[in-house]
T-cell receptor, first 116, second 111 residues
Framework: DTGVSQNPRHKITKRGQNVTFRCDPI?????LYWYRQTLGQGPEFLTY????????KSRLLSDRFSAERPKGSFSTLEIQRTEQGDSAMYLC??????????????FGQGTRLTVV | TQLLEQSPQFLSIQEGENLTVYCNSS?????LQWYRQEPGEGPVLLVT?????EVKKLKRLTFQFGDARKDSSLHITAAQTGDTGLYLC???????????FGQGTELSVKP
C-alpha cells in the first residue's frame, strides 16, 4: 500500500467553476477525513466518514461543499461555484478507528486549489 | 469550541541551538499529537501523548503533556537544518474522530 493518495495535486480554476477532488485512503482504513489548510495555518476540520456514513460536518462546510464516500472506499470533495476564498490546500487523512493513543491518522499530500 | 494555541508562530535559529514550542488550550484532550509538515506535503505524525505529565523522547525531540492534559510542549536539543518545517500540535477527544489542530510553528534552522 502506498498510503493515502490525493488527486489532483494541484488545481487552478476560474471563480465560479466547480471542482472535484479525490482521495484514496489506505485500503483497510474505515475512517476518512477532509481538512482545509491555508498558508501558514494548521489544518481545519471539514468532515469525516466512517465507512460510507458521513458522521460530522464542520460549519466551515458551506452549502457549496459536498463530500461523498460511496461504498466506503475512495472519497470525493466537490466545491461548487468556487470563490477566491476557497484557495487552500485540501488534505485527506485516513485511520483505522478514531485517532488517539493507539491509532494514527495518515495524511495524503493534499490538493492545492487556486481560484483565480 | 476547542482551540489549541501554539507559540511561537515563527522561530528562526542557528544550527546547534535548543528550542521549545508550546501548545496550550483551555480544554482537556484525551490525547495530543505532534506532527511535522514539509512544504507541499501532508503532516506526518511524530508522537502521541496520552497521560497527564507524560514525557516522550524521540532522539533529540522531547514531548511533554501537561498534568491537566490541556497543554503540551516540544523541545528540540541541538537543532539541525533537517529539523526545518512546520510543527503542528493536534488534540483528540472522545466525542468524535476529528483532530483539532493548532495554527503551527514555522521553524527555520540556519547552518
Amino acid at each position: 500500500d502506498t498510503g493515502v493518495s490525493q488527486n489532483p495535486r494541484h488545481k487552478i480554476t476560474k471563480r465560479g467553476q466547480n471542482v472535484t477532488f479525490r482521495c484514496d485512503p489506505i485500503s483497510e482504513h474505515n475512517r476518512l477525513y477532509w481538512y482545509r489548510q491555508t498558508l501558514g495555518q494548521g489544518p481545519e476540520f471539514l468532515t469525516y466518514f466512517q465507512n460510507e456514513a458521513q458522521l460530522e460536518k464542520s460549519r466551515l462546510l458551506s452549502d457549496r461543499f459536498s463530500a461523498e464516500r460511496p461504498k466506503g472506499s475512495f472519497s470525493t470533495l466537490e466545491i461548487q461555484r468556487t470563490e477566491q476564498g476557497d484557495s487552500a490546500m485540501y488534505l485527506c487523512a485516513s485511520s483505522l478507528g478514531a485517532p488517539g493513543w493507539d491509532t494514527e491518522a495518515f495524511f495524503g499530500q493534499g490538493t492545492r486549489l487556486t481560484v483565480v | 469550541t476547542q482551540l489549541l494555541e501554539q507559540s511561537p508562530q515563527f522561530l528562526s535559529i542557528q544550527e546547534g541551538e535548543n528550542l521549545t514550542v508550546y501548545c496550550n488550550s483551555s480544554s482537556v484532550f484525551s490525547s495530543l499529537q505532534w506532527y511535522r509538515q514539509e512544504p507541499g506535503e501532508g503532516p506526518v505524525l511524530l508522537v502521541t501523548v496520552v497521560t497527564g505529565g507524560e514525557v516522550k523522547k524521540l532522539k533529540r525531540l522531547t514531548f511533554q503533556f501537561g498534568d491537566a492534559r490541556k497543554d503540551s510542549s516540544l523541545h528540540i536539543t541541538a537543532a539541525q537544518t533537517g529539523d526545518t518545517g512546520l510543527y503542528l500540535c493536534a488534540g483528540a477527544n472522545n466525542q468524535g474522530g476529528k483532530l483539532i489542530f493548532g495554527q503551527g510553528t514555522e521553524l527555520s534552522v540556519k547552518p
